[in-house]
């Protein structure tokens, strides 16, 4: 009988921690939908694509994780940072600056291919030398160098959408955040 009360009282603890969950997630979803609305409107009046892919996984880092050590702001500048520029020198190291993008394409060329998995692994291996993870930042090297975000107004783009996510979400952290509607630190 012992096991099966433990059991019961386990189950109502989780009950009783959904109202906390339920309060937490609509947090979440009103501050990264204005969040990122608000970056995808001013993307809009300066005729920049803003609101990059690279942006929602900050956003939620940021957001739902603010103690963990991937959302660091300083992880997190360092990492996308750290990305822009290994993806800009893998672009001019495989002849790329001006290729077309793989969405334009349809496909990856072999440089292509040869950039985005260098990109990637420098900027990873660089992160965790330089003790600033943020998985996002992946992404960021990934988009440079599949040409989506390539050097001009795409690149501009994503450069004052991360600016926006990395200036304005801690500040909503700071704004909205109670023990009660905080995420854990476990992502």
């Known amino acids: 009988m012992n096991a099966q009360h433990e059991r019961a009282g386990r189950g109502n603890a989780a009950l009783n921690g959904a109202p906390a969950r339920l309060l937490g997630g609509l947090r979440l979803f009103a501050l990264t939908a204005l969040l ?23 956003a939620y880092l940021l957001l739902a994780h603010p103690e963990s050590v991937n959302a660091r702001l300083r992880s997190a500048v360092t990492g996308h940072t750290v990305a822009i520029g290994v993806g800009l020198a893998c672009l001019a190291a495989f002849g790329l600056w001006s290729h077309p993008s793989v969405a334009e394409q349809h496909h990856d060329t072999a440089p292509q291919v040869g950039a985005q998995a260098l990109a990637v ?56 955040s109670s023990p009660s509607c905080g995420g854990d630190d476990a992502g």
């Open 36 to 58: 990122l609305a608000g970056v995808g409107a001013v993307g809009d009046l300066i005729g920049w694509t803003a609101l990059t892919t690279t942006l929602g996984p900050t």
């Open 121 to 176: 692994g420098v900027t990873l291996f660089l992160l965790h030398v330089l003790d600033s993870h943020h998985a996002p930042a992946a992404a960021t090297a990934l988009l440079i160098t599949s040409g989506i975000t390539r050097p001009g107004p795409p690149l501009y783009g994503l450069l004052v959408g991360l600016a926006l996510v990395l200036g304005i979400a801690p500040l909503l952290t700071a704004a909205t």
